[in-house]
Nanobody, 115 residues
Framework: QVQLEESGGGLVQAGGSLRLSCAAS????????MGWYRQAPGKQRELVAT???????NYADSVKGRFTISRDNAKNAAYLQMNSLKPEDTAVYYC?????????WGQGTQVTVSS
């Protein structure tokens, strides 16, 4: 089992920045993909960004150029630097990890961007 704990969410004005962190614990060896998803009220959960163990990244078109995902394999952690935030980025952000093709989710952290 893998446990994921997010931190770093909060309230920020449009144009501001936030940095989310995700700490993995438990059976963390061989975690492959880590990533971030988000879910806004009344909408489906959607991909924000993923990063492989080797550092290959993938971003949703809506966040390209504004968000940066990174990872520290030694600390079993992933991060999401969010710049130029927009009100439409408001959502609960969930950390995700894939280990041997099993997916694990964190509890989520709220990000609210005011206009």
């Amino acid at each position: 089992q893998v446990q994921l704990e997010e931190s770093g969410g909060g309230l920020v004005q449009a144009g501001g920045s936030l940095r989310l962190s995700c700490a993995a614990s438990g059976s963390t060896s061989s975690i492959n993909i880590m990533g971030w998803y988000r879910q806004a009220p009344g909408k489906q959960r959607e991909l924000v960004a993923t990063i492989s163990r080797s550092g290959s990244t993938n971003y949703a078109d809506s966040v390209k150029g504004r968000f940066t995902i990174s990872r520290d394999n030694a600390k079993n952690a992933a991060y999401l630097q969010m710049n130029s935030l927009k009100p439409e980025d408001t959502a609960v952000y969930y950390c995700y990890a894939d280990r041997f093709r099993l997916g694990y989710w964190g509890q989520g952290t709220q990000v609210t961007v005011s206009s």
